[in-house]
């Protein structure tokens, strides 16, 4: 069984650089951090996905 692979390039890993096999592959990964390219797509929510739980609740 062979080790890790570099996420960006597949090569071994360099316990230097662990995830990664370089700096270069390591600089390559937070470009995509800082510029967005690794995004969580979000769903806006709509009237009905809000949270109403409290909506109903009297204070008197």
Known sequence: MTGPACPICGKPVD?????????RCADVDLNRW????YAIPA???GEDDEDTSL?????S
């Open 34 to 37: 800082l510029s967005g390219g």
């Open 43 to 45: 769903a806006e929510a």
């Open 55 to 59: 909506a109903g609740d009297d204070e």
């Open 15 to 23: 316990p230097a650089f662990r995830p990664f096999c370089s700096r």
